[in-house]
């Protein structure tokens, strides 16, 4: 479900800047509050990794508007993506493609693969976010977590700005937490269609069933070829 549009976060342009600084900025999602840098700078890729305290090779997923900037990074749109992203985004499916240039995000956001996983939230704010750094030539923003690694991620405004405040560096700006909260849904269910046998890393907002059902008719669809 596509949800109405928030009104203008009053410090959406400080969160702008902040992001322009290679520094992070906290939001809320439909799962739980997310933690934002420029998924294409090395600097602020190292500082999200160093706040988190989370290893470097751990993949960190991206935050994009559609299935058409999937197609301008150069993801190949074989049927099962395009089922999958019409079935479920924007909304809470985290999606690990491959095809993306490897030399276009920072160290850190893709795979051991080179695979990378993507985003298209349906909280309103994300989506404002989202389209804000794009018109200022930002770049996609990660969509990972907020929170230190091995702790609970941040579920509400008050925790979020706690958080924020209990790090003077790397500085963490909360995006309006009196505009929207996180929607506190179960976590994004992850798929894999970064290889020819399409398989789902994890379950959540998503269940079982309804993801099988799109795979199904992708695999019926071929066999009919």
């Not at 074989?78 to 924007?90: G, N």
């Amino acid at each position: 479900m596509t949800r109405p549009r928030p009104e203008r976060p009053s410090n959406l342009d400080a969160a702008l800047d902040q992001l322009a600084n290679d520094e992070l900025v906290a939001f809320p999602t439909e799962t739980v509050w997310g933690l934002a840098a420029r998924a294409c700078s090395p600097v602020a890729i190292a500082r999200l990794i160093a706040f988190k305290g989370r290893a470097s090779d751990q993949p960190i997923s991206v935050l994009i508007d559609g299935e058409d900037s999937l197609a301008a990074l150069g993801v190949p749109q074989i049927p099962v993506i395009t089922e999958l992203v019409q079935a479920f985004w924007p909304g809470p499916l985290t999606l690990v493609v491959g095809g993306a240039p490897e030399d276009f995000f920072a160290p850190g956001i893709a795979g051991k693969t080179g695979a990378v996983g993507f985003r298209c939230s349906d909280h309103p704010l994300t989506a404002v976010l989202v389209e804000a750094a794009a018109e200022r030539g930002l770049g996609p923003l990660t969509a990972t977590s907020f929170n230190r690694s091995g702790e609970i991620a941040v579920e509400n405004a008050a925790a979020a700005v706690l958080l924020a405040n209990s790090s003077a560096d790397p500085r963490v700006l909360v995006l309006d937490a009196q505009a929207a909260d996180a929607f506190k849904q179960a976590p994004s269910t992850v798929v894999d269609v970064s290889t020819e046998a399409p398989r789902v890393l994890r379950y959540g907002a998503i269940d079982a069933e309804s993801v099988a059902a799109v795979l199904d008719r992708c695999r019926n669809a071929t066999q009919r070829r």
